[in-house]
């Protein structure tokens, strides 16, 4: 079983930038998702990217965020730019919401933005 561990999350202030990185266990053939949860919500999906490279972005970050791969690497990173503070949030990886199978997961990374 692949597992995933998530790292990069951190304090920053309001307009700044993370780079949040997922790295799996073993190789993944898969297309993979960005998510996130804030406290006393759910979580949602926030970024998802296919084996090849398309992706697709939450309209709450379109334009801010950038999610890609390095299959060679098993990683899968989110590039956060222009940080709000309704970004703050625990930050997982896993496959994309629809996705017929899903990794267990990881412990996932803290984001915190300030104000």
């Known amino acids: 079983q692949v597992q995933l561990v998530e790292s990069g999350g951190g304090l920053v202030q309001v307009g700044g930038s993370l780079r949040l990185s997922c790295a799996a266990s073993?190789?993944?053939?898969?297309?993979m998702g960005w998510y996130r949860q804030a406290p006393g919500k759910e979580r949602e999906s926030v970024a998802a990217?296919?084996?090849?490279?398309?992706?697709n972005y939450a309209d709450s970050v379109k334009g801010r965020f950038t999610i890609s791969r390095d299959n060679a690497k098993n990683t899968v990173y989110l590039q956060m730019n222009s940080l709000k503070p309704e970004d703050t949030a625990v930050y997982y990886c896993?496959?994309?919401?629809?996705?017929?199978?899903?990794?267990?997961w990881g412990q996932g990374t803290q984001v915190t933005v300030s104000s």
């Open positions: 990217i296919t084996r090849s490279g398309s992706t």
């Open positions: 073993g190789s993944i053939f898969s297309a």
């Open positions: 896993n496959t994309p919401t629809g996705w017929p199978s899903r990794f267990s």
